[in-house]
C-alpha cells in the first residue's frame, strides 16, 4: 500500500508490520455509502458464460474491516460482526457480467453500466447497457432490518451520442448524486479508451466531456486526458477526481501505468501530477480513496508483481 501527499506531490510506502494481509485479488468494484455493501455478480470473463447473476449484501455498520488504532495495544486487524445474505432480484435481471460498473445514485438506487458478457452466440463481448436497481419496494423500507429483494430495470438514454460498449472502465457517482463519471476502459481486446462523459442521472442522457469523437485506435486525447487505458482507479476528493494507474498505452503498447492524473470537475480540465519522489510500481486493478489530502493506493497487479 502506498500514499502520496497532494500539497506536496511525493509517494510513501505503508508497512503493515502487526496487520494481517488482505489476500491477492482479481480487479473488483465497491459501492460506497454508509450502511450495507453490494456486490453483483463479478465473474471472470472465462467464466461468464456459466456464472448465476447473483446479488449478495455484507450487513455491516460502515465497513467490512476496521483496525484498532488504541494507544494502548497493538495494530490489530479485526473483522467487524458481518453477514452475507443473498437478495431476491426481480425486474430486467442483468445477465451474468465482468468488468462492469456499479455506483450508488442516491437514496436506495443503484446503476451499473457496462462490462462484458456472453452475447448468446458464444462470444463474449463488452457492452453499454445500462441498468437501475431499487432496495426493496415499500415506502417505509429500512435498507438494515428489510433488506431481502431488490428491483433492476434496464434504461436507454434518450441522448443521440452515447459511449461505446466498455468494460473495467472508471465510473464514480458525483457529490450531489446527479452525475455519473465515465472514463476509459475497454471496448474490445484491442481498443482502449480514453473518453470522458457524464451520465446525468434524471434525465438519462449522456454528454460528452472534452474529446470531440469516439477514440478506437488507441490514440492520444486532444483534451489532455490519460493515455488509453482499462482497469484504472480512482477517487473523488474536494472537486477533483484523481485516476491513477491502469493497464493499456498509446498505438498496441502494452504498459502497466503509475501516473496520476486529475480531472477538476468545475473546469472540465485534467492536469497530470509529477511527483517529487519515486513512482510506486504501474499496476491495474487496485483500489484507491483519499483523506486528509492524501491519496491511497492498494493492491493491484503487472506482470511482475
Not at 5 to 21: G, K, V
Not at 148 to 154: I, L
Not at 273 to 290: D, K, M, Q
Amino acid at each position: 500500500m502506498h500514499f502520496t501527499a497532494l500539497i506536496t506531490a511525493f509517494w510513501l510506502p505503508i508497512l503493515f508490520e502487526r496487520w494481517s494481509h488482505f489476500s491477492i485479488r482479481h480487479p473488483h468494484f465497491e459501492v460506497h455509502f454508509i450502511g450495507p455493501f453490494l456486490c453483483f455478480d463479478g465473474a471472470w470473463a472465462r467464466d461468464v458464460t456459466s456464472a448465476e447473476p447473483d446479488l449478495a449484501v455484507i450487513l455491516s455498520a460502515i465497513s467490512q474491516y476496521f483496525i484498532d488504532l488504541d494507544a494502548n495495544s497493538n495494530l490489530k486487524f479485526q473483522p467487524a460482526d458481518i453477514e452475507w445474505k443473498k437478495l431476491t432480484q426481480t425486474g430486467d435481471v442483468p445477465t451474468p457480467r465482468s468488468g462492469h460498473s456499479f455506483c450508488w445514485v442516491g437514496g436506495y438506487n443503484y446503476m451499473m453500466f457496462g462490462g462484458i458478457e456472453d452475447n448468446k452466440s458464444g462470444n463474449i463481448t463488452s457492452n453499454n447497457d445500462i441498468y437501475f436497481m431499487k432496495m426493496g419496494g415499500k415506502s417505509n423500507y429500512n435498507i438494515i432490518t428489510d433488506i431481502a429483494e431488490c428491483r433492476w430495470t434496464k434504461e436507454k438514454s434518450p441522448s443521440e451520442e452515447q459511449p461505446v460498449a466498455r468494460t473495467q472502465h472508471i465510473a464514480i457517482t458525483l457529490p450531489k448524486n446527479d452525475k455519473v463519471f465515465v472514463f476509459g476502459g475497454h471496448h474490445s481486446p484491442r481498443a482502449r479508451l480514453n473518453d470522458t462523459w457524464y451520465f446525468q442521472v434524471k434525465d438519462m442522457e449522456w454528454v460528452r466531456v472534452g474529446d470531440s469523437e469516439d477514440n478506437l485506435e488507441n490514440l492520444d486525447s486532444n483534451a489532455g486526458a490519460p493515455p488509453p487505458r482499462a482497469n484504472a482507479a480512482a477517487c473523488i476528493y474536494k472537486g477533483k477526481i484523481y485516476i491513477f494507474g491502469g493497464h493499456g498505452g498509446l498505438n498496441y503498447a502494452r504498459v502497466a501505468f503509475n501516473d496520476l492524473y486529475t480531472f477538476d470537475l468545475e473546469s472540465e480540465t485534467w492536469d497530470k501530477i509529477i511527483p517529487n519522489n519515486t513512482l510506486p510500481e504501474g499496476r491495474g486493478g487496485h483500489s484507491v480513496f483519499a483523506s486528509d489530502d492524501k491519496i491511497y493506493i492498494y493492491g493491484g497487479w503487472n506482470s511482475e508483481m
